[in-house]
């Protein structure tokens, strides 16, 4: 149970902390800084949730399929702003898989696919909000029957996709491109992006309420068959 707490204390406050850390101490590009230092941290959450558990090479091919389905996801649908597939599939790894893979997976598409995207200030915050929406949907639908109801899910990643992705985005934005940092400038920003964040959380909904529980049901085949982080064995 302490490891849990403390995978969860990891993603909740020691990212958030790396990243307002390296905004304010480190100049020029820290977000290379602070994106390494996100990925460290993910992975410390990791293996503290593995417990007593052995980590198999199986394991890491696993997460990299999924990193790059994420990817893929967002970027066969550069031309259409918001329509991404990502946030849909690191949430069904980490309804399959656990909420500390799913935030590695999240973590790790953002920052892979911003090398074709472009790095930034933004990537961090990226890295952030989409780790810990599927952080969050692991935790409430990993081992939960409740998983096996596609409407709850769809509901639920949809509008964590909305609120907790854009909110964190747009602060970013706001934090590195308002003229002056201040109430109205941060409002001015969420609600230019309010728009996006419902485009967002829209397409992640629907693509839920129709990849569970096919795309969920083979993720578990697959993690029982090869005994992926010890849900089962071949």
């Known amino acids: 149970m302490r490891k849990k707490i403390a995978s969860v204390l990891i993603i909740t406050l020691l990212i958030p902390a790396i990243i307002i850390a ?17 990925v460290f941290s993910a992975l410390a959450a990791f293996f503290i949730s593995l417990e007593h558990k052995k980590l198999q090479t199986r394991d890491l091919v696993a997460i990299s399929s999924v990193v790059a389905l994420a990817v893929a996801g967002r970027a066969l649908l550069f031309m259409l702003p918001q329509v991404k597939l990502t946030c849909s599939i690191v949430i069904l790894a980490a309804m399959v898989f656990g909420p500390d893979v799913g935030f590695i997976c999240g973590a790790l598409s953002m920052l892979v696919s911003n090398m074709f995207f472009g790095q930034g ?12 929406v599927a952080f969050l949907c692991g935790l409430i639908f990993y081992k939960n029957k409740i ?9 639920v990643g949809g509008i964590l996709c909305f609120a907790v992705y854009g909110f964190i985005v747009d602060t970013g934005s706001a934090i590195f491109f308002s003229s002056s940092f201040n109430s109205a400038s941060m ?39 090869y005994g992926l982080f010890g849900e089962g064995s071949q």
């Open 22 to 38: 390296c905004m304010f101490l480190i100049k020029g590009k820290q977000y290379y800084v602070s994106s390494l230092l996100i």
């Open 121 to 132: 200030v933004h990537t961090p915050f990226q890295m952030f909000g989409m780790g810990l």
């Open 147 to 155: 998983g096996d109801n596609r409407f709850a899910v769809a509901i």
């Open 187 to 225: 409002l001015a920003v969420y609600a230019s992006g309010f728009k996006f964040n419902i485009v967002h959380g829209v397409t992640t909904f629907f693509v839920l309420l129709f990849a569970v529980p096919g795309i969920k049901n083979t993720f578990e085949r697959i993690a029982v068959k």
